[in-house]
């Protein structure tokens, strides 16, 4: 079946470093991938997606771009704040209708000022 | 708009209690799901629903019962609670296109003793 795997936190970081969160999946066909942030206290809500190869997806500084050959979809922001602190889920949806997400088990970002 | 509302944010139940977690959406979305998420293992998919009267199973269903009479509701029932049924709970729902973007609720924390 589907699944995603990211790396495990928590990642702890200054304000203004770089950040990489890594994320591969295994699925079937082409699906469709994302990245949600949970802040402490609230539910999900998306960050970025890409829905097919080469695909970049980006918001808030944030980037990652969808690698079909290397079934990688890793996060990254070139100078990660305060106000980042948060878990980071990579999921993943296949591309056929309606389809519900497989999430990988998350990555908590912890940033210091 | 409100967006997805759960309700309550926090219950504690005792074992064999039984209880309805409530989940509604004012977007008007076919598809609704519930996920629970426990420490380590990111979200994982108990049930969900592509339409009102129409539900099926995810991959952690025992326990469970969901019902869809309305597009806007769809409650999770917990019949007997055991305290490995303690998690936090997320409602979900996406509107009828592909790759579409799920939105949250904000979670319901649940404690069985």
């Known amino acids: 079946g589907d699944s995603v795997t990211q790396m495990e936190g928590p990642v702890t970081l200054s304000e203004e470093a770089f950040l990489t969160i890594n994320c591969t999946y295994t699925?079937?066909?082409?699906?469709?991938l994302f990245w949600y942030v949970q802040y402490p206290g609230e539910g999900l809500q998306l960050l970025l997606k890409a829905t097919k190869a080469d695909d970049k997806g980006s918001n808030k500084g944030f980037e990652a771009t969808y690698r079909k050959e290397t079934t990688s979809f890793h996060l990254e922001k070139g100078s990660v704040q305060v106000s980042d602190s948060a878990v980071y889920f990579c999921a993943l949806s296949a591309n056929k209708g309606y389809s519900t997400l497989t999430f990988g088990k998350g990555t908590m970002l912890l940033v210091s000022p | 708009n409100a967006g997805v509302t759960q309700t309550p944010k926090f219950q504690v139940l005792k074992t064999g209690q039984s209880m309805t977690l409530q989940c509604a959406q004012d977007?008007?979305?076919?598809?609704m799901s519930w996920y629970r998420q426990d420490p380590g293992m990111g979200l994982r998919l108990i049930h969900y629903?592509?339409?009102?009267?129409?539900?099926d199973q995810g991959e952690v269903p025992n326990g469970y019962n969901v019902s869809r009479s309305t597009t806007e509701d769809f409650p999770l029932r917990l019949l007997s609670a055991a305290p490995s049924q303690t998690s936090v709970y997320f409602c979900?729902?996406?509107?009828?296109?592909?790759?579409?973007?799920?939105?949250f609720g904000q979670g319901t924390r649940l404690t069985v003793v």
């Open positions: 629903s592509v339409g009102a009267g129409i539900t």
């Open positions: 979900a729902s996406s509107a009828r296109t592909d790759n579409t973007e799920a939105f």
């Open positions: 977007m008007n979305h076919e598809y």
């Open positions: 699925a079937t066909g082409y699906p469709s």
